[in-house]
């Protein structure tokens, strides 16, 4: 599903944000990406999103090469993968049906598939019962489950999520895991860059740690400081 | 595209429409203005076009002859007339016919200027001097003036001064309308262009997320294209009841003065021709406006 090859990311001429990474994710799995701020968590997954270029080396995703991709074909490339964010990025002026069914009305969807897809997917994350509630009257956990819902109302088979737990209490960010965990159970793949030992901890997956720009630990089922006890 | 997404399309534009308030009325209105300023310079200017272009063929001079002038002198006269060079055609009006025609205009305007005459004709017998081009007139109507020449006329009237006037009225309607029109417009795109800044800032969030689950870039621009389109066309339309209004009632009021050089003109440009240039003037005005400001703040 995703291959880096030796990518080297740098801004500006400013110390480079990745350093030669390698690494390749399957179709289907779930993969946690770890490290301290400023490690290129989030750059590692802007690329992937095609927010950013390599500087040198070749990101391929769903076997589309992003460093030569021209830029009229981006928005097709997005349409095959789900982004949610540390900040929700929801429309206050709209409800949560609205929300979802936003994104595909943009790309041009008929009705019959949004009336179909939309309440599926608010059935995934648990918000089937408040399809008319606006942002403002939502928990910050709920409202992540609008963003993730709004992620996937197009069947992407990849999930790309940014700290997506950052501005929630433990409880509710196991929560989200939790959903992110039933939508990799239905085949999508799921990548995560968070800072959530709690989570990481609690729902064992393939964990790859980036520090200064490198990848410094890759290890499947692993925890959040490297290999610890296996909760349960 | 599908039905409903040039729905959603509409709504979205619709939205930002009113959710940009004041800022939307302000770009409505100086649109409205600058079109109604155009189209007003335009439609003087093709009235006046119209005025000029109707000259060659009505365009006359009138001779007045001396009361005292018997009709054979009448006859000479109007013979050294038609041998003026720049003369395409003399007729002469008798007194009795001159007094037909003050009947005539009695009963039109309602005046009783022939009842005041109480019978008498004071009227002189008059030549109507019609010349090859209006350009010809100012040496025929010198030749006509020429007492040693022409003992017999008392009067020669033109139409030249008239004529003058109207054209440097033209030029001027011509260069202020034109340049105020060109500036309104200028000021106009600079209106409309911050309106759509504004939408831009407002729509930050929804342009992010069209971009991030991969909108086309057609699409995301289309709300924004539309708003100013709309922006165009209903100022244009604003401004076209405008100048209609404005030009039925100038001619209401001109039509009060019936002046020998205001007949024969042509009709003025129908209803629907004036909706139609100002509505497509503001749908250009629009979209070009709105495709530079998309591809200024949309990058």
Known sequence: MIELQDVTVAFNGERAALRQVSVAIGRGEFVYIVGPTGAGKSTLLRLLYCDAKPTSGSVVVDGQRLGEMRAADIPRLRRRMGVVFQDFGLLPDRNVYENVAFALRVIGAGRRRIRRN?????????????????????????????????????????????????????????????????????????????????????????????????????EPEGAYDGRAPVSG | MRWSSAVFLCEEAAKSIRRNGLMSLAAL????????????????????????????????????????????????IERQVRGIPGVSDVSLVTKEAALAELCEQDRQRGTQVVAALAGANPLPDRLDVHVTAPERSPEVATALKDRRRFPGIECVRDERDVLETLLATSRLVRNV??????????????????????????????????????????????????????????????????????????SRYIGKFQTPIAQGLPPAPGVGTVFALLAASGLALGIVTSVLSVRRFLK
């Not at chain 1, 999930?159 to 939790?178: H, K, R, Y």
């Not at chain 2, 189209?39 to 093709?46: A, H």
């Open chain 1, 118 to 218: 939309v309440p599926d997917v608010l059935e995934l994350v648990g918000l089937i019962h408040r399809p008319d509630a606006f942002p403002r009257e939502l928990s910050g956990g709920e409202q992540q489950r609008v963003a993730i819902a709004r992620a996937l109302v197009n069947d992407p088979p990849l999930l790309l999520a940014d700290e997506p737990t950052g501005n929630l209490d433990p409880d509710t960010s196991l929560g989200i895991g939790d959903v992110l965990d039933r939508v990799n159970d239905l085949g999508t793949t799921v990548v995560v860059a968070t800072h959530d030992k709690h989570m990481v901890d609690t729902i064992r997956k393939r964990v790859i740690e980036i520090g200064n720009g490198r990848i410094v630990r890759d």
């Open chain 2, 29 to 76: 209105s100086t649109v409205t203005i600058a079109l109604a300023v155009f189209g007003g310079s335009l439609f003087g200017l093709y009235r006046l076009h119209q005025f000029v272009a109707a000259q060659p063929t009505q365009f006359q001079i009138a001779v007045f002859l001396s009361v005292e002038l018997p009709r054979s002198g009448v006859a000479e």
């Open chain 2, 177 to 250: 309308g034109g340049t105020v029109a060109i500036l309104l417009f200028l000021a106009t795109g600079v209106v409309i262009q911050n309106t759509l800044r504004l939408t831009v800032l407002a729509r930050k969030n929804e342009i992010a997320v069209m971009r991030l689950v991969g909108a086309a870039p057609s699409f995301i621009r289309m709300p924004l294209i539309l708003e100013g389109v709309f922006y165009g066309v209903a100022g244009g339309i604003i401004a076209a009841a405008v100048v209609q209004f404005a030009a039925s009632q100038s």
